[in-house]
T-cell receptor, first 114, second 114 residues
Framework: SQTIHQWPATLVQPVGSPLSLECTVE??????LYWYRQAAGRGLQLLFYSVGIGQISSEVPQNLSASRPQDRQFILSSKKLLLSDSGFYLC?????????????FGDGTRLSIL | AQKITQTQPGMFVQEKEAVTLDCTYD???????LFWYKQPSSGEMIFLIY??????QNATEGRYSLNFQKARKSANLVISASQLGDSAMYFC???????????FGKGTRLHILP
């Protein structure tokens, strides 16, 4: 069966520090991969998605970036964090076929910027 | 434009009663999928149920069923015999067939009372 791992679970970082959140999927190949951010008590905002290695689509202009160095690995990064980057970050995957596929989520990372 | 609307920000329901969470959607795509997710206080997003726009029957998964009314563009989630563990945030979502992205509503927070 497929599993998705996301880490760390919680992270406290000072303003201006770098960020690296990692997500890996097991038990499937060529998945679509997604990064979302959720502000407290709010809905999900799609940040990035990827349909293949090295293919990244950005949904929201910001100081975050994403990379997919391997088929089942998706990384969210920042060179300098802002206070507004605080939130709950979720990684998700879906089968690599077009449309109508549910996304399956990792357990999330709670990021607090001080 | 694609849009999901959940008009109930919060609901309180007595344990063992049935619950209906409302969802309406807007799309010009002829083919699409509809999803419901549950987010407990721990944060993970749990996929509950899927309905395809061309499916003739309403989807069911255990105590969950989706009341799909295509002409009204509504996709309400029905939870039968509610349990304390059903207390969570519930998100309705939609994906057009041509796209790998899912659009989420803002969610409904459900409280099950003992």
């Amino acid at each position: 069966s497929q599993t998705i791992h996301q880490w760390p679970a919680t992270l406290v970082q000072p303003v201006g520090s770098p960020l690296s959140l990692e997500c890996t999927v097991e038990g499937t190949s060529n998945p679509n991969l997604y990064w979302y951010r959720q502000a407290a008590g709010r809905g999900l905002q799609l940040l990035f998605y990827s349909v293949g290695i090295g293919q990244i689509s950005s949904e929201v202009p910001q100081n975050l970036s994403a990379s997919r160095p391997q088929d089942r690995q998706f990384i969210l990064s920042s060179k300098k964090l802002l206070l507004s980057d605080s939130g709950f970050y979720l990684c998700a995957w879906s089968p690599g076929v077009s449309g109508n596929q549910p996304q399956h989520f990792g357990d999330g990372t709670r990021l607090s910027i001080l | 434009a694609q849009k999901i609307t959940q008009t109930q920000p919060g609901m309180f329901v007595q344990e063992k009663e049935a619950v209906t969470l409302d969802c309406t959607y807007d799309t010009s795509d002829p083919s699409y999928g509809l999803f419901w997710y549950k987010q407990p206080s721990s944060g993970e997003m749990i996929f509950l149920i899927y309905q395809g726009s061309y499916d003739q029957q309403n989807a069911t998964e255990g105590r969950y069923s989706l009341n799909f009314q295509k002409a009204r563009k509504s996709a309400n989630l029905v939870i039968s015999a509610s349990q304390l563990g059903d207390s969570a945030m519930y998100f309705c979502a939609m994906s057009p067939n041509r796209d790998d992205k899912i659009i989420f509503g803002k969610g409904t927070r459900l409280h099950i009372l003992p």
